[in-house]
């Protein structure tokens, strides 16, 4: 049976699907005729970040499983998968503590002055500390996490380590599991309007496409900071680089964009008081282990031990 690999990906997937006796063979041409050519016979698909749509996927005659390396899925067209009872599995268990590390870096690197004291120091400028901006501590102060599932979680859990105060938005939990974990549920905009720190952990959908725009940004305190390691289109970019050029808010940190890559003239290229990495929060060495071989599990037992598959990573199971 051939399994497709869409994208690379740490070899310990590989070697696991191989062992398990499926023909494995990476993609390397993703112009859309040569991915339907490439494509047609596989059973099974291991994705990255290509867009798969059903143009591509109608092409596809004997694909029974897609495996996404990640927990997002808006790349791949669900209707169709759902239609044609093709399963869709994510890596749940892999991406979190990643992701949530990315946050903290975020939180400490745009409130600690951290580029300036290095530069001041290497430039021979030690004794020149006390002319640095003022920089803040995370201690007792206020967090909103927007999106509880299994990224906001982890955050949540580095925050209180933190001793900060952890409010969190997610209207679709009840505010007693929000309570178990020591956190405070809140409004909306009540929380926007309080926080130091926003970190925002939702999917992308029709319901949270500009989730933060103007009208959010407004509510902000001067102080503070807001991170997006979620998916772009979720905060309005054009809002975002206006409130941060006339410092409505302190900084942002950015890990997702609406198109990406960005453009090269990218207005946040401009800015100081933004710090953008490209859409790495989940590939420190370790969690690309983990997603290579916890999506080459969902392919192998989904399609030869449905038993020892984690049915918590079968995105649509109700449709199969
Ligand atoms: N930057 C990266 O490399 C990276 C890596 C992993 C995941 N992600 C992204 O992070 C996001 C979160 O991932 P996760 O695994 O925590 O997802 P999850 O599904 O476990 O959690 C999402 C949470 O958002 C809540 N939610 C949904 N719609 C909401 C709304 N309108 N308002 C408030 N809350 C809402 C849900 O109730 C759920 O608790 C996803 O978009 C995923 O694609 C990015």
Redesign the pocket.
Known sequence: MKIAILGTVHPKGLEFLKDNEFEVFEVENFEIQSLKESLKSVVGILLRTSKLDQDILQHCDNLKIISRH???Y?NVDLDFLNKNKIALGIT?TS??AS?SE?VMSFFIYLTKNLSLSDRLVKEGNFDKRSQLPDFFELYKKKVLI???????KEVAKRCLGFDMEVYV?????DSDSIEKSKCIPIEKNEGLALADFITI?????E??TN?ISKSELNLMKKNTVLVN???GGIVNEDDLYQALKVKKIQGAGM??YTSEPPEPNHPFFKLDNILLTP?????TLECRERMSLEASQNIVYFLKNMNELNKENLVNKKYL
Do not use: E, K, W
């Open positions: 990640g927990v997002g808006d749940s991406n979190a992701v990315h927007i999106g509880f599932g299994r990224i906001g938005y997610d209207p679709f939990l952990h939702l999917p992308l959908n319901n949270t989730f390691t979620s998916r890990d997702v859409h790495n929060a989940a590939l």
